[in-house]
């Protein structure tokens, strides 16, 4: 497995496999990786023969009270995982390659990113593009990989790939969980063992949302107010938001379709977690 640091040397590499046919795929990531990421990488090892990950902890999505400085990483864990899942390349750009002195360009999706984490963190997707767009010039990748855990970070990027007419395929993966449940996150280390126990009310939300859809319910209000009133009964829970939205355009609805997207945001202690599910009428 190799390891890249340099913006031009990633450019180089991936021209000279190109050139030599092969078919890349790129898994960006933000590293601390987990079961979830390394699902991606298999996803990507099936669908390509030389599989690029990028690990960079983006400055430019993290809000000024967010996270960032307390991320967690781990670089020599990530590079051991990856070695392990067969990654031929790992990207691993520091934050001056990535934005050096004078950098002032930014890609924005205009109107996706104006719903659920759009609304709670401004700024946030501008940072997630701008940072995918470097990073597909960098790896050059014929596919890209994404988890549809960031349903709505997955739905823009496909939205600036076509826009943009960037030759990549973009693949969504279902979201990988724990055997309780809770979708996995770099982020769920911050939890204490009190508030992980909390964190399972936003699945168990997401299945009492499909139980009633199954049982006929099409009132949006009434599914999110028995979600509310699920996580608000567990201990720490803070909503940020629970939306129930058309899964191409993000936009609220009212009534339940035949395709509805549930998605929610909820502080469990400092924590910030996200999850949601599709509800499908069966064909
Ligand atoms: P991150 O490191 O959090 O930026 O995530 C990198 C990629 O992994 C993104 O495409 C995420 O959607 C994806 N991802 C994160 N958690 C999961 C999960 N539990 N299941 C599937 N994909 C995930």
């Known amino acids: 497995m190799e390891v890249i640091e340099t913006v031009a040397q990633m450019q180089q590499r991936a021209e000279a496999l190109r050139m030599a046919g092969h078919v890349l795929s790129l898994v960006?990531?933000?590293?601390?990786?987990?079961?979830?990421?390394?699902?991606?990488?298999?996803?990507?090892?099936?669908h390509s023969d030389r599989v690029i990950i990028s690990i960079f902890v983006n400055p430019i999505q993290f809000g000024p009270t967010e996270?960032?400085?307390?991320?967690?990483?781990?670089?020599?864990?990530?590079?051991?995982?990856?070695?392990?899942?067969?990654?031929?390349?790992?990207?691993?750009?520091?934050e001056q390659e990535m934005y050096p002195t004078g950098f002032q360009t930014e890609v924005r999706v205009k109107e996706v990113t104006q719903h659920l984490?759009?609304?709670?963190?401004?700024?946030?997707?501008?940072?997630?593009?701008?940072?995918?767009?470097?990073?597909?010039?960098?790896?050059?990748?014929?596919?890209a990989v994404f988890g549809q855990k960031d349903y709505q970070q997955l739905t823009v990027i496909s939205r600036m790939v076509k826009d943009l007419?960037?030759?990549?395929?973009?693949?969504?993966?279902?979201?990988?969980?724990?055997?309780?449940?809770?979708?996995?996150?770099?982020?769920?280390?911050y939890l204490t063992t009190d508030e992980?126990?909390?964190?399972?009310?936003?699945?168990?939300?997401l299945n009492l949302a499909e139980e009633m859809f199954k049982k006929g319910e099409g009132s949006a209000p009434g599914i999110k107010r028995a979600i509310t009133?699920?996580?608000?009964?567990?201990?720490?829970?803070?909503?940020?938001?629970i939306?129930?939205?058309d899964?191409?355009?993000?936009?609220?609805?009212?009534?339940?379709?035949?395709?509805?997207?549930?998605?929610?945001?909820?502080?469990?202690?400092?924590t910030r977690l996200i999850d949601n599910c599709l509800l499908r009428v069966k064909q």
């Open 243 to 245: 939306s129930i939205c």
């Open 247 to 270: 899964p191409v355009t993000l936009e609220e609805v009212k009534r339940l379709g035949d395709e509805n997207l549930v998605a929610l945001a909820v502080r469990v202690g400092k």
């Open 28 to 46: 960006p990531t933000m590293g601390f990786l987990h079961e979830g990421h390394l699902e991606l990488m298999r996803v990507a090892r099936k």
């Open 229 to 241: 009133d699920l996580i608000e009964s567990h201990p720490h829970t803070e909503i940020d938001y």
């Open 117 to 143: 984490c759009g609304l709670s963190r401004p700024g946030h997707f501008e940072g997630v593009t701008t940072v995918v767009a470097k990073l597909f010039h960098m790896t050059k990748p014929h596919l």
């Open 67 to 94: 996270d960032y400085d307390a991320y967690p990483r781990d670089t020599e864990g990530d590079l051991e995982k990856a070695r392990r899942v067969g990654v031929d390349v790992v990207f691993l750009p520091r």
């Open 165 to 189: 007419s960037m030759d990549i395929r973009v693949l969504g993966v279902p979201t990988v969980r724990d055997p309780d449940g809770l979708a996995m996150s770099s982020r769920n280390k």
């Open 196 to 205: 992980r126990v909390s964190a399972l009310s936003l699945k168990k939300s």
